[in-house]
Nanobody, 123 residues
Framework: QVQLVESGGGLVQAGGSLRLSCAAS????????MGWFRQAPGKEREFLAG????????YYSDSVKGRFTISRDNAKNTVYLQMNSLKPEDTAVYYC????????????????WGQGTQVTVSS
């Protein structure tokens, strides 16, 4: 099973930016659609962004559209999440995931998860 390792989280002031990375262990990474999710305390895990295998198709939730950008580098087995104009309500643990398909972004349809990275946005 593919192993995923997120990095890039931290503490940032409101209005600031962070770039998250998710490195995959398998060379077959390029065959999988990938997604980013987050989970705040007491809340359900929330889909943020998804990307197809060839980066042509990208999907965003309304909560991050226009502020976050998903991208991938198949040569480096890595998917990224560029987060701009961060708000205190973006504070959460952020996860990347391997999708079972490129169209269903429900958390229970993901086939593998990273361990998560904490993002904290101060006001």
């Amino acid at each position: 099973q593919v192993q995923l390792v997120e990095s890039g989280g931290g503490l940032v002031q409101a209005g600031g930016s962070l770039r998250l990375s998710c490195a995959a262990s398998e060379v077959t990474f390029r065959l999988y659609a990938m997604g980013w999710f987050r989970q705040a305390p007491g809340k359900e895990r929330e889909f943020l962004a998804g990307i197809s295998t060839n980066s042509i198709l990208k999907y965003y939730s309304d909560s991050v559209k226009g502020r976050f950008t998903i991208s991938r580098d198949n040569a480096k087995n890595t998917v990224y999440l560029q987060m701009n104009s961060l708000k205190p309500e973006d504070t959460a643990v952020y996860y990347c995931a391997v999708a079972s398909s490129g169209t269903n972004w429900s958390p229970n349809r993901m086939r593998a998860w990273g361990q998560g990275t904490q993002v904290t946005v101060s006001s």
